[in-house]
């Protein structure tokens, strides 16, 4: 297998591997500020968490901007929104941020693309991989995959009918202006799809690019078998 994009290192715990991982890019971060681009899911909402529990006199938050990588069209208290769950996971427990940025179906791309202009690169960028293979709201044979230069954010449906609602979702150029992207995969829902991805799949998850992108997946998304790390 030629292997995903990037690095690959296989832990047995995403969450507290992702929160690390946060924390040292933080710390080496080059001015004062810090800007953090968050997902959406289950293994997202586990991560943040983790990282709001890890992070006391490690991170000033006062310091940290957050931006989304996708949104759903829905209501921002809609159990669905990303925005909600960066809320309630992350930026709550942690007693606020610097700035929060949520997008904004009913503004549209144009507005939040306006907000990401002046951004020339972002600190990090969290992304998950979904058993199709789709990473933010990019889905496989979306037109958002395919747009066209300088377009940073677009609407974007699932073609396939896989996965619900209208979204919006920053695009793969906007993406690759992460210093670091980092790639959660927990479980064995997610196996087939970053099996088929380390195997040279075209899926959009593959087409990440920034200047390091590290995949932090455990034992059963990686298709392995044994006792765990240490």
């Known amino acids: 297998m030629s292997g995903p994009p990037?690095?690959?290192?296989?832990?047995?715990d995403v969450p507290a591997a992702f929160s690390e991982t946060v924390i040292t890019s933080y710390a080496a971060r080059s001015g004062p500020r810090f800007t953090l681009v968050?997902?959406?899911g289950p293994t997202a909402r586990r991560c943040y968490e983790r990282l709001a529990q890890s992070s006391p006199?490690?991170?000033?938050?006062?310091?940290?901007?957050?931006?989304?990588?996708?949104?759903?069209c829905v209501a921002p208290?809609?159990?669905?929104?990303?925005q909600r769950l960066v809320r309630e996971s992350l930026i709550e427990p942690v007693g606020g941020v610097g700035s929060f940025h949520p997008m904004s179906c009913d503004e549209g791309p144009e507005a939040y693309e306006h907000l990401l202009t002046p951004v020339a690169a972002f600190d990090l960028v969290h992304l998950g991989l979904g058993p199709d293979g789709h990473t933010a709201s990019?889905?496989?044979?979306?037109?958002a995959l395919e747009a066209l230069p300088g377009r940073l954010v677009l609407r974007s449906v699932d073609p396939n009918d896989r996965n619900p609602h209208e979204r919006m979702t920053l695009t793969l150029e906007a993406l690759a202006r992460?210093?670091?992207?980092?790639?959660?995969?927990?479980?064995?829902?997610k196996?087939?799809?970053?099996?088929?991805?380390?195997?040279?799949?075209?899926?959009?998850?593959?087409?990440?690019?920034a200047r390091q992108v590290l995949w932090l997946v455990d034992r059963e998304a990686a298709g392995q078998s044994g006792p765990d790390d240490g």
């Open 178 to 189: 992460a210093l670091l992207a980092v790639f959660t995969v927990s479980g064995p829902s």
């Open 138 to 143: 990019l889905f496989p044979g979306s037109a």
């Open 77 to 82: 208290d809609d159990p669905d929104a990303n």
């Open 38 to 40: 968050l997902s959406g």
């Open 191 to 209: 196996h087939e799809a970053f099996a088929a991805i380390s195997a040279g799949a075209d899926l959009p998850g593959a087409r990440v690019r």
């Open 57 to 72: 006199g490690r991170i000033d938050w006062s310091l940290v901007d957050i931006y989304m990588g996708d949104e759903r």
């Open 6 to 12: 990037g690095i690959v290192d296989v832990v047995s």
